[in-house]
């Protein structure tokens, strides 16, 4: 119990940490993978509401496979990522498992979890922690895997909040400068350059 403790007080330091947005993605799924059952970690951010899947950060690192989307319909995943469910699988096999293991991030590995990026309303994507053991989970790894979980929801909806907050004073600085430009002028065409300048 004291080692998932100290598993959740690091997250929850990297999660409110200043450094970049990507840096703690990282972070976390580099913590998630230093336990020695796991062997490798995928967190999978949805672009939009009903968008594919991305690969956002590989632990350890895997340049090719990042920013590829991710098709799962005929994959366990797809409860996952569109119901919210978690997916625990002890022993990926051939045939049931054949559309997933397609997917060269999951080929070799032998267990994986997969839960739900979520808040109250919102699956903002997915992670999966993958080993080449058969490897049983109980019911406080679970509840730690869903809290760390609720913590990676938390920096992504923040960003999403950022981002969008910053696109809107962007905005709104470009009214104000127009509407600055027409109060200051009468000559159409004046008014026409300086305003195109502002927008673009």
Request: charge should be positive; charged fraction near 25%.
């Amino acid at each position: 119990m004291a080692k998932e403790i100290e598993l959740l007080k690091k997250v929850i330091r990297l999660a409110n940490s200043s450094i970049g947005f990507d840096d703690r993605l990282r972070g976390i799924m580099d913590l998630l993978v230093r336990r020695e059952e796991w062997e490798k970690g995928l967190l999978f951010i949805k672009a939009s509401e009903q968008g594919p899947l991305s690969l956002k950060v590989a632990s350890p690192r895997d340049p090719a496979g990042e920013q590829q989307p991710l098709n799962l319909p005929k994959t366990p995943l797809d409860a996952c990522c569109q119901r919210g469910q978690t997916v625990f699988i002890d022993r990926l096999n051939r045939k049931e498992h054949k559309a997933l293991l397609k997917i060269p991030l999951f080929k070799g590995y032998l267990s994986l979890i997969a839960l739900p990026i979520q808040d109250d309303t919102v699956i903002y994507g997915i992670v999966c922690l993958l080993s080449r053991q058969t490897l049983s989970l109980n019911p406080q790894e679970q509840d730690l895997l869903d809290m760390i979980s609720r913590e990676l929801a938390g920096i992504i909806r923040n960003s999403q909040i950022y981002t969008e907050s910053r696109k809107r004073i962007s905005e709104l600085s470009v009214l104000y400068q127009v509407g600055k430009v027409i109060g200051s002028t009468l000559e159409l065409e004046d008014l026409l350059k300086r305003t195109v300048a502002i927008i673009a």
